[in-house]
């Protein structure tokens, strides 16, 4: 669907472009200083704005392509829900960003889940080799 | 959190009974006949009630031990996204139950989504254990 971002509290407004508008640039600002990524493969959070906006960086790499799509969108205080399609090498990836923002409007927690078993073992796969490279790892 | 259930939308309020008493007897009348349920493994939705009762059973008697609680819970219109941790094994899960409801206040579509990937692992060997002994594959 396209998102009707109108009636959209902020937070969730500016995520929206930012996946629209495939811009990370705003990604930096919007992000809480003691912000927290949860990614779908590991337990360990990633603490701080630079280590989340660095990982979210490469999911967007990674999953933004343009089959992209968000789906559903469950919203409520100051949580949101957005799952979403996208098709990477042929396979159908099912996910969800669960985004939660602080009194101050930033993000403050961001958590990736995916389905099924074969299409976190294929986002493992490009992320690892996506993180490799940013790092020189 | 123990969810205070009494302004919530009914069909949610009941899937809630039935996970504090541990009583799946009201569950089969709780799911609308052309139920849906998307397990975190498999990519194909299993389809019907009486089938979506069967894998929910089985997700309940794999996951609900003591330790498991719901600690987040997002609800827009017939949505809700109830995200859960428990630890079995020494593995701590986290997840979502994503429940929507028809019209007629019947759950029609159950997705499950689990991370980090050692949990789904797991699950998805208890699963298979599980399901194999129900129906004596």
Known sequence: MDADTN???TPLRRWHEIVRDRDL???HGLL???ARFHSPIV???Q???VVTAMYLSAACQVLLNDSFRYV???VSGRNAVLEFLVEIDGIEING???IRWNESGRIDDFKVMIRPLKAIELIHRKMREMLAASTGA
């Open 32 to 34: 809480a200083e003691d």
């Open 7 to 9: 009636n959209m509290p």
């Open 25 to 27: 640039s705003g990604l």
């Open 72 to 74: 559903r969108e469950v």
């Open 96 to 98: 969800v960003d669960m």
């Open 47 to 49: 603490v701080g704005r």
């Open 43 to 45: 337990h360990r959070p």
